[in-house]
């Protein structure tokens, strides 16, 4: 954890989010959700004044027991998108729960039902960590993750228009991001994805393109410069050659909006753990999901 993600979660150490039980879980054998309201999540923001919906989904896989450094996958819809039919349609919980990765899902709702792809708050230098801090400071509270508990491994997925927060994510989110997945979604910022993916050893990028995306030719170029710098980029559609793999580029059979089917690919062959030997189920908690349109 760096210093400057130490110092977010300890100004949010005192959160006055609700107290524990407060929040409603929806229990399911693929794991726990719930619908949040975080002051951290993208929106509302000055930049766009228009979006007002400050909801994140949260996912906690069956079997799943957080330490105190928890993994977390942050997935940003694509245009039109609505966080909560999105997750559902995509089966982007179901995915996560398959793939046996012990690692906690944060959706956050972007520009709601808007062709556009603008990150709010995300975009702002530290909000990345700030969002972080406050997600677990409200697990911790419901019980979910251990008190004090900090980021592990941290993955940013995004589906198509979600590539440009991820983006400004990488440059000032004040998070040591591991992983970036691209769900059909290069359509700029190459030289951002170009410096992160080179900058460390350590960190691993995927990305797909699909017949009619739009992404092809971007991949293509990113996978260029990649190997101009040194860096062996995997094209081959093979999961033993993901694992392990520093860049990965792969043309996608796949329609646009049904790559993220390939969620639970990335999952298992990403450097995330498995869950271990399952515990105990906590009691049920909570009726269902919140609304899946905003109450204000």
């Not at 996912?59 to 245009?79: E, K, L, W």
Request: hydrophobic share 40%.
């Amino acid at each position: 954890m760096t210093v400057r993600l130490a110092l977010c979660l300890g100004a949010l150490l005192a959160f006055s989010g609700p107290a524990r039980g407060q929040v409603t879980w929806r229990d399911e054998p693929a794991g726990r959700t719930a619908v949040v309201r975080l002051r951290s999540a993208p929106f509302p923001h000055p930049s766009r004044p228009q979006y007002r919906d400050d909801r994140v989904l949260v996912f906690v896989p069956a079997g799943h027991t957080p330490g105190r450094q928890v993994d977390i996958v942050v997935h940003y819809h694509g245009h039109r998108g609505e966080t909560v039919s999105s997750v559902e349609e995509r089966r982007l919980r179901e995915q996560l729960a398959a793939s046996g990765r012990a690692a906690i899902l944060l959706a956050p709702q972007g520009p709601l039902r808007a062709a556009d792809s603008a990150g709010g708050r995300h975009e702002d230098a530290e909000g990345l960590a700030r969002f972080l801090a406050e997600a677990l400071a409200l697990l911790a509270a419901e019980g979910v993750v251990p008190e004090g508990a900090a980021p592990g491994r941290v993955v940013l997925s995004g589906h198509s228009g979600g590539y440009k927060v991820i983006a400004r994510a990488l440059e000032r989110g004040g998070v040591d991001v591991q992983e970036v997945w691209l769900h059909d979604g290069l359509y700029g910022e190459l030289d951002a994805f170009e410096r992160w993916v080179a900058g460390d050893a350590r960190r691993r990028l995927v990305s797909t393109h699909t017949p009619r995306g739009g992404t092809r030719v971007n991949n293509g170029q990113l996978v260029e410069r990649l190997r101009r710098r040194g860096l062996p980029v995997v094209t081959s559609d093979d999961d033993a050659l993901h694992r392990g793999a520093r860049a990965v580029v792969v043309a996608a059979p796949e329609s646009h909006d049904a790559v993220t089917r390939r969620l639970e690919r990335f999952l298992r062959t990403s450097g995330l753990d498995e869950v271990g030997p399952a515990a105990p189920p906590p009691p049920p908690r909570g009726r269902g999901l919140v609304d899946a349109l905003p109450g204000r």
